[in-house]
DNA sequence: GGAACCATACCGACCGGTTGGTATGGTCGG
DNA sequence: CCGACCATACCAACCGGTCGGTATGGTTCC
């Protein structure tokens, strides 16, 4: 009767996404997943061998469900490629809003807690972030070379950076228990974007 | 010999910070706790009532411990607030070595696991964070008033970002399992920072 | 068509090691 | 002797993982 609903699967993994980035890994049971997937144990063990060979699937369908995600943006429109990174920036910051659970990463949770005890989740971690961040690097070497091939950073380095900053404020937020000191970092990343690209400053009359 | 019975609760304390740091507070056991401290868990539950108070308390001892690391550093002796300020950002940059667990932060680490479910401990590490800007904050307020008295941007809310750039870059740290991507986004925020205090700054070698 | 057979999906009771916390008693300085 | 401190032994709940079993639908052979 299960038909007209996503496979259990797929239920599962999403549930995993929802609990993980609640209660982080350690203190997410199966029960938890199961519970919040409307399935059981069972279940849950017959399409994953362990709970840690959860974790790396999630991580994965994290990036599957991310990528998408953004692929559908609108900032991806915008002909000159520095409009698209900062129309990036705007719209991560346009979506941290709901609670703090809803908005915040999975991957960035999870790799906190195994990235010294369960290499094969830290491995499956880095592989979402640095893939996301290799998305961004794109649009921003393309900046790079036309408006500042002389830069003395790399694009690879300020996607990550991008990357580090939405990171902190999620753990800002966490903390604070709200969305808000979040989006005042965004704002001051969007301005170093800006600065960078964009030197307009009386240093040079 | 340390102070025969004196420091027992110190011990585990300390004990706390690094598995803590290492294994995340849900994946610590107090029995790792004891064992790292080389102290019994009849001794613990001495100290302290429950595992919940403990991760408070080490909290707070982290605060304690950091404050003092960093009122001892060598960034405060300069006499100009932004240099104080970029002595700082270069500070938190010198000290990123070591292994991972070795110069990532507690708290950021605890909060992400507890904030949704623990109100006490997130409360605790939203006070060692929200603490330690606050004393970034002052020298940058000098600075703002000094070189940027019309920026667009707070004093609070930069020493907040730059507190977000440090729990991320820390993040992309576990990830990688190298240090070196932190520092590469310690570099971007100081060039971030030298950017939005440029127009007045007078250099000075 | 239908009986026999099989694969996949799923259930939930159960097992055994783990873990936060407790009970009890010993040691030692004052 | 008292109380702070700490060790050993222990407990009950918890939790990841197992296992026997059921339901369903597809395939093969007559």
Redesign the pocket.
Known sequence: ???PTA???T?LLDAALQVIRARGY???????I?AAA?????????????????AVEAARHWSTVTDAFFAAAPYHRADDPLQRVLGYIDFRKSILMGRVPEFTCLVGTMVQETYDTNPAIREACDRSISGHASEVARDIALAREKYAPDAPWTAESLALHTQAVLQGAFILAKARGSASVAEDSVDHLKRYVELLFHPNHPKEH
Chains 1, 2 share one sequence.
């Open positions: 009767m299960n038909a496979d259990s699967r239920r350690s203190a997410t049971r199966v029960d938890d199961c409307g399935l059981s144990k069972g279940s849950f063990f017959h399409h994953f061998e362990s709970k840690e060979q959860l």
